[in-house]
């Protein structure tokens, strides 16, 4: 008999028993080593990595979010009782941390397309094309072109990242953005924040929307804080994919 | 912009867009996220490997690429010299699409996601 976890908490949940967790399995949360664990008890030693069981695993983590704010384990984290009690043990302290930094806290996520390309114009400028060059010469002054087009993208891409940053900094505990530069799907982004920010994060994120109309936003959230919880490192995920 | 709630501490999320489609596009190109691993079945493992080995050559390769057009930029080699370095950069790349090709790889594959930092090309 294993464990599967869903995540940790700092006091007991009131989680309702209709509740179903991976596999259709009860879900249980209790006390241990002075931290709340929800869990369900499985026979596999592999969950299967299906649209069921990922939407259960984050139907049991956003249930545990009604009442507290959790650090949820990576999906697929299975160990045995006495894995997770000497797991527990030896990272209460820096556990306890963490739950206090994501204490009352949800996570907004914002993925951004840039849907304007006009740094290839503005590279054919600055290298113009040479006719006369042979083929090598030729296949250099092509890659400049390119290596150009990349550091055009990046500085932009890094711009809307400052903006964006800059445009909910008042609002936010934590961040991570990340940069894509030379892909479509440029920005993506979550945000820590406390719950009584919700509101007006939001309106930050409209006036952001606002003022970048050439760009293609998806917001969402309120989230369990994943991106920030980070508690797998010690755990291997068990998982398939079928 | 909708502002939701009477109850703003909902445990629901917002999900808002006004291009869903898009975004549909190009997180379902997101397949990396599952951790990749080299999968031990005899007929496969060739594949898994051609794999490592091909993307950190692609990395390397990108950087001589990048010294090269520093050197072009700088003006520091003679126009054969030129020619040559571009020349064998080219077929430098060629042989990479050739041995791809060979893997069955696309571009797209020769890629590794070094998780919070990024991916490494």
Redesign the interface.
């Known amino acids: 008999m294993r464990l599967y976890l869903y995540c940790l908490a700092e006091k007991l949940l009131h989680l309702e028993k209709s509740l179903t967790g991976i596999g259709g399995k009860g879900v249980e949360s209790f006390d241990l080593e002075g931290l709340v664990v929800v869990v369900s008890q499985v026979e596999e030693e592999i969950v299967a990595a299906t649209r069921e069981n990922i939407l259960a695993h984050d139907r049991v983590v956003r249930a545990a979010m009604k009442d507290s704010s959790p650090l949820p384990f990576r999906f697929g984290t299975l160990v045995t009782r006495e894995g997770l009690v000497s797991y527990l043990a030896a990272r209460r302290n820096s556990l306890v941390e963490r739950l206090a930094e994501v204490r009352n806290c949800v996570e907004m996520s914002v993925k951004i397309i840039r849907t304007s390309d006009p740094q290839m114009e503005s590279s054919n400028q600055i290298v113009p094309k040479l006719d006369s060059a042979g083929p090598g010469t030729a296949f250099l002054v092509a890659k400049r072109r390119a290596l150009l087009c990349e550091e055009i993208l990046s500085e932009e891409a890094g711009e809307i990242a400052r903006h964006l940053s800059a445009r909910v900094k008042s609002v936010i505990k934590r961040e991570q953005v990340t940069v894509q530069p030379l892909q479509k799907l440029v920005i993506v982004a979550a945000f820590l924040i406390q719950r009584d920010k919700e509101l007006e994060y939001k309106r930050e994120m409209a006036a952001f929307r606002q003022e970048r109309p050439e760009l293609h936003f998806l917001t969402s959230g309120p989230w369990p804080p994943y991106t920030f919880a980070n508690i797998d490192l010690e755990f291997e995920s068990h998982f398939g994919v079928s | ?1 909708k ?1 939701p ?1 009477e109850n ?12 869903p489609e ?2 549909v596009e ?2 379902s190109c997101v397949t990396d996220t ?2 990749s691993r080299i999968n031990v079945d005899p007929q496969s493992v060739e594949q898994g490997l051609a794999k490592l080995v091909l993307t950190l050559i692609e990395f390397i390769r990108r950087l001589l ?2 010294q ?2 520093r050197r ?2 700088g003006e520091d080699l003679s ?1 054969e010299q ?9 077929k430098l790349e060629a042989k990479l699409q050739e041995l791809k090709t060979q893997f069955g790889l696309e571009d797209e594959d020769l890629n590794i996601n070094l998780g ?1 930092v ?1 991916r490494l090309i």
């Open positions: 912009m502002l709630p703003p501490f909902s445990a629901e999320p917002d999900i808002e867009t006004s291009h898009e975004f190009q997180l599952l951790p690429e990048k090269a057009v072009m930029e126009p030129l020619e040559d370095l571009g020349l064998a950069l080219m919070p990024g």
